[in-house]
């Protein structure tokens, strides 16, 4: 396990300079994106989109865990099923989504989607309602609503969490790898060392940041070169597989390179672990640095990059030189990634090994009934046990016995 004191480290050379960006300036963005959440972590997912002004829509089995959303700006609810929650059950979760299909028709839920450019759906692999109904939900939403751009956002569990929440982010993932969709994923196992608060915190933190990059807002408009438009950005984000956004804000210069830096903001990152593969099938790149760094680390910035992650087969670039205003940054945003098998591999493994030591313990406890009765003996007399005054000869009858 890390040391607490070094993840910290960590924790805060990724995160510094992150929140300096103006929330208002998230209305400059390029594309309208909307969140739609199920259960708490999507939920969660809503209220920190909402915190960046975007419309949101929750979605939860549990009329007591959708009241922590009332009453927020931007943000409708709906209870789906009995609003008893599902204790942690995909199955129900699903089945609660399908017999309140009709819900996906809801005024402001087809309002909140026809109105928007990009559609996030989020739920935790892990957990119960989001993770019994995300699939769905996305296999729904992409049929009524083609034209629109449909991805999924998911967070896997610490490894360390119970076995059904393994279980559940084992067949949440495959049923969204078959969906062939772009989707990001975060994952808790990677500051398993911190406290659930603080882990929750980080991760929502990431996805703040996430929502900013593939909005747009890093796609400046004084562009001194190539440039990013709309389409640009959305064929890049429709890709379909993994998403990484990631953003260097604000850039400090460093001896590394930048793709260097970027590789190691990633690693720090919330984001579950790049495989090393270099599978990458789209990539966009924005910039907004002085003329000296330009000229210092742009040059090799491509080659570099491409070094890094591999060879793209569309690649964009975003170029602006920096006038002084506000902070210089570098954004790029990975598309068509592999998925994280490394880690599904962990979580397979760790289910595994559960349902091992289950068999084991079932096998212990029922021995006596799984095998065969024994009939030797040494002939030895049986002390303690007590024979019934029925059974016992009285002192006449051994004598008549005797006697014959």
Do not use: C, W
Not at 156 to 165: C, F, K, Q, R, V
Not at 295 to 320: C, H, M, Q, W
Request: glycine residues 8%; proline residues 3%.
């Amino acid at each position: 396990m890390q040391n607490v004191k070094k993840v910290l480290e960590n924790i805060e050379k990724y995160f510094s300079g992150v929140n300096t960006v103006k929330e208002e300036s998230f209305m400059k963005s390029m594309l309208k994106v909307a969140v739609i959440g199920a259960g708490m972590f999507g939920g969660t997912v809503v209220k920190t989109g909402a915190d960046l002004g975007l419309p949101g829509i929750v979605l939860n089995a549990s009329k007591k865990d959708i009241e922590v959303f009332d009453n927020i700006e931007g943000i409708s609810s709906f209870v789906v099923g009995d609003g008893n929650g599902t204790g942690k059950n995909r199955d129900v979760a699903k089945e609660f989504l399908l017999n309140s299909i009709s819900v996906v028709e809801e005024e402001k839920i087809s309002e909140t989607i026809i109105n928007n450019d990009i559609i996030v759906v989020a739920g935790a692999a892990g957990g119960g309602f989001g993770s019994g109904t995300v699939p769905s939900l996305i296999t729904i939403l992409t049929q009524l609503y083609p034209e629109k751009l449909i991805m999924a956002l998911t967070s896997l569990p610490d490894i360390d969490e119970s076995y059904t929440a393994q279980k559940h982010a084992e067949d949440f993932m495959r049923e969204l790898l078959e969906l062939n969709i772009p989707y990001l994923v975060y994952d808790n196992n990677k500051f398993k060392a911190l406290s659930a608060d603080k882990i929750h915190s980080l991760v929502m933190e990431n996805i703040k940041t996430d929502l900013q990059i593939i909005s747009g807002m890093y796609v400046t408009e004084n562009v001194d070169g190539s440039n990013i438009d709309e389409r640009d950005l959305l064929t890049t984000l429709s890709t379909p597989g993994r998403i990484i956004p990631t953003l260097l804000f604000p850039y400090k210069e460093s001896d590394a390179s930048i793709a260097v830096m970027i590789k190691d903001k990633i690693d720090k990152s919330a984001h579950s672990e790049m495989e090393n593969d270099k599978v990458v099938a789209a990539m966009a790149t924005m910039y907004n640095l002085t003329e000296e760094v330009v000229a210092d680390k742009v040059a090799s910035l491509k080659a570099d990059l491409r070094a890094t992650f591999g060879e793209p087969i569309s690649d964009y670039r975003n170029e602006a030189i920096y006038n002084g205003v506000g902070d210089q940054f570098v954004s790029v945003i990975l598309t068509g990634l592999t998925a994280p098998n490394t880690r599904i591999d962990e979580i397979i493994s760790k289910r595994v090994k559960i349902e091992n030591i289950e068999k084991s313990r079932k096998a212990s406890g029922n021995k006596l009934n799984s095998v065969e009765h024994g009939s030797l003996s040494i002939g030895a007399k049986a002390f303690g046990g007590s024979t019934s005054k029925k059974e016992r000869p009285s002192v006449a009858e051994l004598a008549a016995m005797l006697k014959k």
